[in-house]
């Protein structure tokens, strides 16, 4: 991680102070502040502290193979008040052919000059980078967590996505951020009406998907590595012309894959393949591990931590469509559909009460669509700001 000089940040307030994160030390105090930032906030999720570190760090998240990160905190008093991260991805900018940083980690008590002290940080080491634009919260990149929580704050959010308090959004505008992209949530209740789904809907996809010879099936756990490579080959070709979408490497996938294998119920990963096997469609739904942090409390995972976690995950009764899609020939025939009436199936019959579809561009007018036609009703908005690095 690099510095940037204190006399090349702007707005940093008489009594408030920047300070670029060097050590372990820093890290440690940027994951931590967040718990007495949201103390006595019902709707925020606490994260496991050894997680957090460890995805921040440039020797164990292959992230960092392709971007320059730098972390800052505000203090004032020789307190924490804020904290922010900057970010620089190589395979971003050489893949959308743009100058852009993006800013993330974004958390700061309800003050302007503080956060503008912060967002100023990001936006002067950004600026010395050589970039053009800033855009965010990203954290770090559209492959992870991002996206600041604009609308639906009255219920915790579920795994793998992101929570703040309301008044960012006006800090944000207050220094110049527009909107660049909005993302929606939608929430379905899972009940008896999915083991008899809309008959038209599932009639016309069946038919579809059989008449283009394709075949919908579960995940195989004991061929994991070749299962993770079929998935990052969808990913690759169905995500391409999605906005800020940026292929991940053969280690950021593994990386991924091996984080999530602990979690993933195989139940809940279909994989649409034509009749030689070749793979193109997939949807991957999460258990919400969420709510087995909110109930555990999260914090270190030693020692009791981790066994809390483990504990509640068993009481887990919701789950998020984090990631579905078709390569581009294959769209049309029915394989979405199946994919959001068998996922329903199956998560209603290990149990889970509730499944969310998340995140949707509001340009994809099709997805939004369907989801809309199959009882999801939007119930969050999430948002990615922008702004010029002029001088």
């Not at 308090?165 to 929430?187: E, S, V, W």
């Not at 053969?250 to 649409?272: N, Q, T």
């Amino acid at each position: 991680m690099s510095s940037v000089p204190l006399n090349k940040i702007a707005g940093v307030g008489s009594d408030i102070q920047i300070e670029p994160v060097h050590d372990t030390k820093g890290v440690l105090e940027l994951v931590e502040f967040p718990f007495r930032l949201y103390r006595g906030d019902p709707n925020w999720v606490p994260p496991l502290i050894e997680e957090r570190r460890d995805f921040l760090d440039p020797r164990k998240n292959p992230f960092f193979d392709h971007a320059r990160v730098q972390l800052f905190l505000a203090r004032r008093g020789g307190e924490v008040v804020g904290t922010i991260g900057a970010v620089v991805d190589d395979n971003h900018n050489k893949y959308h052919d743009e100058r852009m940083a993006a800013f993330g980690f974004f958390e700061t008590i309800d003050n302007q000059e503080i956060a503008d002290t912060l967002l100023g940080a990001a936006e002067g080491w950004g600026r010395e980078q050589g970039m053009a634009i800033i855009r965010g919260p990203l954290n770090f990149s559209t492959n992870h967590e991002l996206g600041l929580l604009i609308d639906g704050f009255d219920e915790p959010p579920m795994v793998m996505t992101t929570y703040n308090p309301r008044y960012y959004a006006r800090l944000l505008g207050a220094r110049g951020y527009a909107k660049a992209m909005d993302l929606f949530a939608y929430i379905g209740d899972l009940n008896e009406r999915w083991n008899n789904p809309p008959p038209k809907v599932l009639r016309v996809a069946d038919l579809a998907a059989k008449k283009a010879g394709i075949r919908v099936r579960k995940a195989n756990m004991r061929h994991f590595d070749a299962e993770v490579r079929r998935a990052k080959q969808i990913y690759d070709q169905a995500w391409t012309r999605n906005w800020g979408f940026v292929p991940l490497t053969d280690r950021e996938a593994d990386y991924l894959a091996a984080s999530l294998k602990p979690v993933i119920d195989p139940d809940l990963v279909l994989i649409a393949e034509t009749s030689d096997g070749t793979p193109v469609g997939i949807s991957i739904s999460l258990p919400d591990l969420h709510q087995a942090l909110k109930w555990s409390g999260g914090g270190h995972m030693f020692p009791l931590g981790l066994a809390k976690f483990l504990w509640y995950k068993r009481k887990v009764d919701q789950v998020r469509l984090w990631g579905m899609g078709v390569i581009e020939e294959y769209r049309g025939r029915g394989i979405d559909a199946v994919f959001y009436v068998e996922t329903c199936r199956a998560a209603l019959a290990k149990g889970y009460k509730r499944i969310e579809g998340s995140w949707i561009l509001e340009t994809n007018t099709m997805m939004n669509r369907i989801i809309e036609r199959l009882g999801g009703q939007r119930y969050k908005t999430y948002r990615i700001y922008e702004k010029a690095l002029t001088e």
